[in-house]
Structure formats: C-alpha cells, structure tokens
C-alpha cells in the first residue's frame, strides 16, 4: 500500500510536466478560435512574417551579419512590400501578394484565374501561350 501511495503522486507529476506545454497550445488554439478572421486571413499572416522579417533582418545588421547597403537595400524592399499589404488591408481589397503577377483570362471560356495556374479552373482548358 505504501508502494502505491508514493507512486501515484510520483506519476501525476510526471505525466504534469509532460502534458505541460499542451496546454499551452490548447489555451492558443482556444484564442484564435475567438478571431477566426484574424486566424485564416492570408494578408494579415504575410504582414506578420514581412514585420518579422524586418525584425530579423535588424537583428542580423546588429549582429554585424549585413553590410550597411545590403541592410538598407533589403530593408527598402520589405518596407515597400508592407506598405503595399497595408494598403490592401485599409482598402479591404482582396489578399494578393505583393508584387503578384494579374490573374491569367481563359482564351477558351474567359475566366479569371490565379496567375500562376497553367489549366483553367472552369473549363479545364491551357492557360499556357504557344511558343
Ligand atoms: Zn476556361
């Protein structure tokens, strides 16, 4: 009996600090379950990882990492692309890259797809221009 009741506490601990940082994600996931718009929102996702990485790209020129000219050249470009997303995100327009090219039109039934694509997604039909 004894065997056992030093045990069990011994286990409940364990399993305690195993199960620890679950519940860290479940309080997480909980969160944005709250902000599903904030959540799925591609635009605002790309926002966050340009803002961090012009953290990271700051971080590195301290650190000594970058030159003066490649920290400002690509720190420009980042700037630009935020600014850009920012934008888009005042306007409410639709989530697209920045710098994205414009949505291919179908020859065959003319509809818009992501530039990108090379079939329709309407009709199935070759977005590709002959060479
Ligand atoms: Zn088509």
Known sequence: MTWFALTLPLIALALGFTLWPYAGVRRRADASRLEPDLAYDPLLERKEVVLRNILDLEFEHRMGKLSDA???A????LEEEAAAILDQLAAGAAPTPAGAKP???????SAANPAGNRFCGACGASLEKPR
């Open 74 to 77: 690509a720190r420009g470009d």
């Open 70 to 72: 490649d920290y400002a």
């Open 103 to 109: 949505p291919a039109v179908c020859g065959a039934c």
